[in-house]
Each structure stands twice: as C-alpha cells, then as structure tokens.
C-alpha cells in the first residue's frame, strides 16, 4: 500500500479545483495536495516556458514524496517531474495523459499541427474564444457535456496579464513536447485513466503510452471524453485508491 500524499495537478485552462470533485470521493485519511500550473492563480512562473522548467517549478513546492495525478498537460508535467525528480514522485496518475499532444509523421495520435498552431494564434488575439473552443473539445463524446461545459468554466484561471501570459506557455509546452524519447526512465508505478472517447488526446495515445511505460496498467472509460474527471470522478477515486492499495 502507498501512504503518500496526493498531488493533483490540473490541465491547460484550468486552476486546480478541476480536482474537487475526485478529491471529494477519495477516503478521508488520504492527504490531498492542489498544486497549480506555473503562473496561475497566484502562482509563481516557472524559470523558462519549457516542459523541464514546469516540471522543476512544480517539484520546488513538493517538500516530500507524493503520488503525483496530473490532468492533461498536468500528465505531461506529472510524467516529466518523476523523470527529473525521482525521489518526489512514489507513483503517478494519469488522467488523459498523452506522450505528445501533435501529431507527426510517425504519431498518428494527436492534434493536428494546423490546428494547433492555430490555436495559438488565435489565443494572442482572443483567448477567451479559444479558451472556449478549447473547453468544447473537451466536453467532446462525453453523454455530460452540457454539466461538463459548465464545470470546466467554473475552473477557469481567471484573466490577468500573469494568467494569460502562462496560458500561452502552456500552449507553447503541448505543441512542443515530445516525451515518447524518455518514457523508458519512468520506472515508477503508473496508473493511466482514459475517456474512450477523448476529443483532444485519443484512447490511442494512451494504450501506446501504457504499452510503452515500463510499469502501467490503463483503464478506458466508456461514453466518456477528455474531462473525465469531472464526469466520472467516482470511478476516477475508486481507481486511485485502488492503485495506492495494490
């Protein structure tokens, strides 16, 4: 059994609250941790506006070693934190987790680059539209999405020239990072939780991602999208806490 603490961190376009729900169902002697995304909420920015300067940024607040559950580009982060900082990360959670958000000539499973370099283009000049375009792929082939829809706009960053300045990080961090090189350093139990229907980041990725890390085991959730822990946070707690149990 794992007695660490639990560090959630929350995806691009959202505080960490995103969590609550999850956390609520989770059994009350468990330590939870919300930990925001560099440069929201208050939070200070990182060193630089690359996936390692993130991951450094997040395992500084850590003062021991947690199961660390990321969202997104919180699985991202989560992923390249135990990488770089070992010691921090006891296991990890994936939630929508993908290795790398574009796709490529040899990744079949992301975004099309196009569409993200049109996000970000489209983020400089109006970044609620495309917070807003955003949250309607995640809500995508989820039987929830008009709660979904709201849930998520209630977890919004909030606008602020601190806030959107790390929202554009953000973006910059998916289009530009590719975690399948290292995935092999990733010792580390992994538990990988998926929407089977996953607008943004296809069950695809993620069996490849499980097939890939050294020890992961995956679950997809049925009629379920990219939010899935809003929309299925019991399943979500149960999952975890069986993973700490195991």
Not at 52 to 72: E, F, K
Not at 130 to 158: T, Y
Request: charged share 20%.
């Amino acid at each position: 059994m794992i007695a660490a603490p639990l560090a959630l961190i929350p995806g691009w376009g959202a505080r960490a609250q995103v969590w609550e729900a999850v956390a609520a169902h989770l059994s009350e002697p468990l330590a939870v941790q919300l930990l925001e995304l560099p440069g929201v909420g208050g939070t200070p920015g990182a060193a630089g506006d690359t996936l390692a300067h993130w991951a450094d940024a997040l395992a500084a607040r850590l003062t021991q070693p947690v199961v660390l559950c990321g969202w997104s580009l919180g699985a991202m982060v989560a992923m390249e934190v135990a990488r770089r900082h070992p010691a921090l990360v006891e296991a990890l959670v994936l939630i929508a987790a993908t290795p790398r958000f574009v796709a490529c000539a040899d990744w079949p499973h992301g975004l099309d680059p196009d569409t993200v370099a049109r996000f970000r283009a489209g983020f400089a000049t109006d970044p609620q539209a495309i917070l807003r375009r955003f949250r309607a792929l995640q809500v995508m082939g989820d039987s929830h999405r008009r709660e979904l829809a709201a849930a998520l706009e209630s977890c919004h960053p909030g606008r602020s020239s601190e806030s959107d300045a790390a929202l554009a990080e953000g973006l910059r961090i998916l289009a530009a990072s590719d975690l399948r090189p290292c995935l092999g350093e990733l010792v580390v139990r992994t538990r990988i939780v998926h929407g089977a229907n996953d607008g943004l980041m296809p069950e695809a990725a993620a069996r490849w991602l499980a097939d890939a890390l050294p020890d992961a085991r995956l679950t997809v959730l049925q009629d379920s999208g990219h939010a899935v822990l809003l929309s299925r946070p019991h399943e979500c707690a149960v999952l975890i806490e069986s993973f700490l149990d195991g």
